[in-house]
């Protein structure tokens, strides 16, 4: 069967970005809601579609921009970026060794450390920055996967992705990346030398807090990608079509979003930096950064991990307090949404100073209002 995957059906990269829908020349593609499909009078579905579970054109569309972007043989679309994390696992052999980042996303690190056991897999995390640990942890011949996160959610952990590869090829092991902070904007983990990168669309890739989906992309076909597809299929871990045409929607401004993103981020770093009531900012910092603000010495390659945290009682319900008198900042879970004010789609330049300060000043004015009424309740 002849399906329009982004691996068979390869139009240019120009092409799968920016798609004109042929019949009536709509610069947006049209949402396909069909869950089945007429077959042809011998019973064979030439056209490539038969059920909407596996076969959908609108799910197939967005696949293919985000294997262009990744720079992948093939990408798959998810329900979520749990779902394709652990489709990734889910696909190992039986009773498979695997070596995976101590920093990374929390849901994801307790159903390895839970659930993967019960599938008879053994997992060790390493702190995936240093390379002798990952080397020391691998063992030729059983580990199956390195599962790597990086930038790792929470503390920005920054592993060397080229670095791992070697290290876990040499011993057989396959490499994935979660690259849902990074985005294909300033990292191609393929391209680095991963087999597969994953990332949960819900964040930066869509970016407007309106959809839960999760992506794996690979960087060749076999057997491993195959199981990975069959995984999605018949745990029937697919996207809806609405949330894959929301999904291409955000993939236009991706590029732009990300990188004024990143612009505010820098320049709320360095000033947080510079507050003198902060120890410590968690942010991975060029290397000789002249706003480090002492909060652990660089590594070998010039980037600081360390981090500070809100602590526990008394000292994180006061972080909690200050949190709360934010009101630019929007305090809710999840990250890469335009909600934040810093991540205005306006042309970089203007955003640097325009958007990045007030958030600034927000937080400062929201630590203002804290000392003060601290200052009075310890007067009364
Ligand atoms: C780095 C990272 N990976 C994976 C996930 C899981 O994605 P989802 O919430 O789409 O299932 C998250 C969610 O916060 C995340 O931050």
Not at 354 to 371: E, G, K, N, Q, V
Request: aromatic fraction near 6%; proline fraction near 7%; charged fraction near 20%.
């Amino acid at each position: 069967m002849n399906r329009p995957t982004a691996g068979n059906h390869a139009p240019s990269r120009r092409k799968r970005l920016g798609l004109v829908e042929p019949t009536t020349k709509a610069v947006v593609p049209p949402l396909h809601l069909a869950t089945t499909f007429v077959r042809d009078p011998d019973n064979q579905y030439r056209a490539g579609y038969a059920y909407g579970r596996p076969d959908n054109a609108t799910t197939r569309h967005a696949e293919a921009v985000l294997a262009a972007l990744e720079e992948a043989h093939e990408a798959a679309l998810f329900g979520s970026g749990m779902a394709a994390a652990t489709a990734i696992v889910l696909a190992l052999p039986p009773s498979s060794h695997i070596v995976a980042s101590q920093v990374m996303y929390w849901a994801f690190r307790h159903w390895l450390a839970n659930e993967a056991p019960r599938r008879g897999h053994r997992v060790d995390f390493v702190d995936s920055a240093d390379l002798a640990a990952v080397s020391a942890a691998i063992k030729p011949g059983s580990t199956k996967l390195v599962y790597v996160e990086t930038p790792g959610n929470p503390l920005w952990t920054i592993s060397d992705i080229g670095a791992v590869a070697e290290v876990a090829h040499a011993a057989g092991a396959r490499l994935a990346v979660d690259s849902t902070v990074a985005t294909p904007v300033f990292t191609r983990p393929l391209r680095l030398g991963a087999d597969m990168v994953m990332h949960s669309a819900s964040k930066y890739l869509n970016g407007h807090s309106d959809v839960i989906a999760g992506v794996v992309a690979a960087a060749r076909p076999g057997e491993a990608w195959e199981r990975v597809k069959t995984m999605r299929t018949q745990f029937g871990a697919v996207i809806g079509p609405f949330e894959a045409w929301l999904l291409l929607r955000g993939l236009r401004t991706l590029d732009v979003r990300v990188k004024t993103q990143a612009a505010s981020a820098m320049l709320i770093a360095a000033r947080l930096a510079q507050h003198e009531q902060v120890a410590s900012v968690l942010y991975p910092g060029p290397p000789g950064a002249s706003w480090s603000c002492g909060c652990g010495a660089p590594n070998e390659r010039g980037i600081r991990r360390d981090a500070v945290h809100p602590g526990q009682g008394r000292r994180k319900r006061r972080h909690r307090h200050r949190g709360a008198k934010v009101r630019l900042w929007k305090r809710a879970t999840s990250l890469g949404g335009v909600r934040e004010p810093g991540s205005s789609t306006a042309p970089r330049s203007r955003v640097r100073a325009r958007h990045a300060r007030p958030i600034y000043c927000d937080f400062r004015s929201a630590w203002r209002i804290l000392t003060i009424s601290r200052a009075i309740s310890t007067r009364r």
